[in-house]
């Protein structure tokens, strides 16, 4: 196994990592957020590292085309689905249930598309609104994570659920993008 592919391996290890950590919230308190802040931004730049080591070495693999976007999924999703229980308990941090409903149901088409197109022999590479959707939504979590717990400040509720809407709206027009480009894939598989 290659680097670029190790360290997207660490990343996906780093998602049951940080969920442990959740659990034992209570008695960790408010520095439970500040540790699994700093994880995700760990596992976060293994995504940013993994994709430069691979295009500097040029050691683009099929398997890495699939893992990165999936590790990238699962770390997104196991972040978004503890704020949105976290949001039962503090609703300054404003994260409801159907954020990650929606950011979900766009990986399960944008996967299915992709499963699609393997079966036919083509591989389909993450698009740039995907990636600036990815990196806008890993920075809405990294803002809950480090700065809502510790501030109690008005304004920043309110930049807390600008971010969430942001990465939303992002979500739903990279998830239309992607379908559009690759309804030919969708309509030669019926």
Do not use: C, H
Request: positive net charge; without cysteine.
């Amino acid at each position: 196994m290659n680097l670029p592919n190790k360290l997207t391996m660490i990343r996906i290890i780093l998602v049951p990592v940080m969920m442990i950590i959740y659990l034992f919230k209570d008695s960790i308190g408010n520095v439970t957020y500040l540790i699994m802040g700093i994880i995700f931004v760990i596992a976060s730049f293994t995504d940013y590292l993994d994709g430069k080591i691979a295009r500097q070495r040029n050691i683009v693999t099929t398997f890495g085309k699939f893992i990165d976007p999936l590790a990238d999924k699962l770390l997104v999703m196991a972040a978004l689905l503890i704020l949105a229980d976290n949001f039962r308990v503090e609703p300054s941090m404003w994260m409801p249930f159907w954020v990650p409903i929606i950011i979900l149901a766009r990986e399960f088409i944008v996967t299915s598309i992709r499963l699609v197109a393997v079966g036919g022999g083509k591989i389909i590479a993450a698009s740039n609104l995907g990636k600036y959707k990815t990196a806008l939504t890993m920075v809405t979590i990294t803002y809950y994570l480090f700065v809502l717990p510790f501030v109690t400040i008005k304004a920043f509720d309110i930049i807390g659920i600008v971010l969430v809407i942001m990465s939303v709206g992002m979500t739903l027009i990279s998830g239309l993008d992607y379908f559009m480009k690759n309804k030919s894939i969708i309509l030669e598989s019926i």
